[in-house]
């Protein structure tokens, strides 16, 4: 997997933010949609504050964009504080021209007897759209991309799954403790992923152990970013302190 290092966790977002920028505007020349995977959590808000910043100085329209987020909490409500309905809208998407008919995410609320449904319509979406063009993805202590925790199969698509003690301990800082933490998630799958034409993946700080395993380690459905090594045009987006276990 090819790794582009930066000196800070800001100079990685702005590379990550000028790619999102030429590919929207590139489309937007060809007069064709611009369809990016998104993430939530720490990682990326650095991400979406620069497109924000390109959006307001820099005339960058979200016009002909269409996203779809890779996973929401479940149970939840879209107006709870911690869901990612709420983060997305509050980083990014109440900040920018999208429309909000091209905004995806997956719903928190939809009926247990009905989520298989919903996810299958998830995946319909994405491909009616011709496809993801370039997804965004955080990486997890565990390894996990998207919320597909370890053990997740390649072949993985868009469904509910159970989170890991680990990840609902990693993400009790933003609930006031960790029983408010949902257990479960939906989440687009490995496979999902797989199928976007192009990944950044980006990391800061205290993840170099997991970047090694994921860049330099076997490919394992244990560690689930080590199957982005299958990927035909993947980069980790890092910072030094990431990269610091690379060899
Ligand atoms: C979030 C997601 C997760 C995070 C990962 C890292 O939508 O899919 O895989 O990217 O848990 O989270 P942070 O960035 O908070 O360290």
Request: glycine share 8%.
């Amino acid at each position: 997997i090819p790794v582009k290092i930066f000196t800070t966790p800001k100079e990685g977002s702005k590379y990550a933010a000028r790619e999102i920028a030429h590919l929207i505007r590139s489309k937007a020349d060809q007069g064709l949609p611009c369809v990016l995977g998104l993430a939530t959590g720490s990682t990326p808000i650095s991400l979406y504050a620069e497109l924000v910043r390109m959006h307001k100085e820099e005339g960058l329209s979200f016009k002909n964009v269409i996203t779809f987020n890779l996973d929401e909490y479940y149970p939840i409500e879209p107006e709870t504080l911690q869901s990612y309905h709420a983060f997305m809208h509050r980083n990014l998407f109440s900040k920018v021209d999208v429309d909000p008919a091209n905004i995806h995410i997956p719903d928190g609320r939809v009926a247990k007897d009905k989520i298989k449904e919903y996810c299958q319509k998830y995946e319909q979406k994405i491909e009616a759209v011709g496809g993801i063009d370039l997804q965004i993805l955080g990486i997890g202590n565990n390894g996990h991309i998207g919320f597909n925790e370890p053990g997740s199969s390649r072949y993985s698509k868009t469904r509910l799954v159970t989170l890991d003690n680990s990840t609902r301990v990693a993400n009790a800082r933003e609930f006031q403790n960790i029983s408010q933490v949902p257990r479960m998630a939906i989440t687009a799958g490995i496979q999902t992923i797989m199928g976007a034409k192009r990944i950044l993946l980006m990391a800061w700080g205290l993840k170099a152990g997991i970047v090694q395993k994921a860049v330099e380690g076997d490919v394992t459905e244990h560690i689930p970013a080590s199957i982005l090594q299958q990927h035909n045009d993947c980069t980790f987006v890092i910072d030094e302190l990431a990269a610091t276990e690379l060899t």
